[in-house]
Every structure is written in C-alpha cells, then in structure tokens.
C-alpha cells in the first residue's frame, strides 16, 4: 500500500465517523501473532476492537460480547484469525457465527491452517 492509498484508507475511516472500524477474532493459541498483527493495521489509521484492551474489568463478559457484536453491524466487518484451534474454541465459533448469520464482511488471516481444511459450514469461494 503507498503512501496516498494510507491517506486515503484514513480519511475515509474519520469520515465514517465509527468508534471502531473492525472486530478482531482469535483464539488464545494465536494472542501475539493477533497483537502484532493489530499493531501493523492500526498503523494504517484502523481502530480495531480487541479483547485484550477493550474489555472493561468488572463487566459480564456474556453481555459485552452480545452488546459489542450488536455493535459490529455498523462496522467494516471482522477480522478473523484462524489457527489450528480456532474453530474448537466456542468463544471463537460464537463470533465467526454471529458475523456469517448477520452478513458481516469477514476478513480471514489464516495461520498455520489450510483453506482446504476448513469444514464446509465455514468454507467460501476465493
């Protein structure tokens, strides 16, 4: 990406006036390969919605899930970071689930995992 594709990818993320532009999915197995990757798209002027730091301390965490994946509607859809574990963690699945059921643009970043391995519930055309 150049230089005036970023700019362009920044203004079009403060004109959409957004508290968050993006969801990241992961499972715990892939936390500082998701944390570096956060940390390059935020440079591009992203704000992505993480667990880790968006979380508030105290709340139901049941509550904030529904609540913050409500919230996703209005977004430019989820990141999704699938590794060998993803699709067997029900945290995960919940996300992944709620996104295809309520047509939110999914972003996969597969790692270590095969496209070819996905099971046919989640598979897509390339």
Excluded at 36 to 64: A, H
Aim: hydrophobic letters at 35%; aromatic letters at 16%; proline letters at 2%.
């Amino acid at each position: 990406m150049n230089d005036n594709s970023r700019l362009s990818v920044k203004k079009y993320i403060k004109d959409i006036n957004m508290q968050y532009n993006l969801f990241f999915s992961y499972s715990r197995s892939s936390v500082d390969l998701a944390k570096k990757i956060l940390t390059q798209l935020e440079k591009t002027g992203l704000v992505i919605w993480f667990d880790r730091y968006d979380v508030i301390l105290g709340c139901e965490i049941n509550d904030s899930l529904h609540k913050i994946l409500k919230d996703v509607n209005n977004w430019l859809g989820m990141i999704v970071l699938v590794d060998n574990e993803y699709l067997y963690k029900d945290w995960c699945t919940t996300e992944v689930d709620y996104a295809i059921s309520n047509n939110i643009p999914i972003f996969p970043i597969f790692y270590q995992y095969e496209k070819s391995d996905l099971p046919i519930k989640y598979s897509y055309n390339s």
